[in-house]
């Protein structure tokens, strides 16, 4: 059973057509989801951090999995700002049993 209540695909986007978590930059959710895929580690790593940052919670989970966040762990750090201790807890508690 998953306890996570990601944000619907329809409503991530706003009305020109970026998803809320890119509010800043020029992306189609489409371009952000195929860099995730073939870009090189350090832009992963930035957009990865950029999601996690901005996202909900639950809405990092949709476009990346625990173990894409845990191997870019040491690249994405400088990228989540003051999320990084909420980010460094929920890692650490998913570890246990």
């Known amino acids: 059973m998953s306890l996570l209540n990601p944000t619907p695909r329809d409503?991530?986007?706003?009305?020109q057509a970026r998803p809320y978590f890119l509010w800043d930059v020029d992306m189609t959710?489409?371009?952000f989801e195929h860099l995730?895929?073939?870009?090189d580690r350090e832009t992963r790593a930035y957009l990865v951090g950029?999601?996690?940052r901005q996202a909900k919670p639950d809405d990092v989970f949709t476009?990346?999995?625990?173990?894409d966040i845990r191997d870019l762990w040491s690249d994405?750090?400088?990228?989540?700002?003051?999320?990084?201790d909420f980010w460094q807890w929920l890692m650490t508690a998913r570890e246990r049993p």
């Open 11 to 15: 409503c991530l986007l706003d009305a």
């Open 29 to 31: 959710l489409e371009r």
């Open 36 to 39: 995730l895929r073939t870009a």
């Open 50 to 52: 950029k999601l996690m």
């Open 63 to 67: 476009f990346v999995g625990e173990a």
């Open 76 to 84: 994405v750090q400088p990228y989540l700002g003051k999320t990084r």
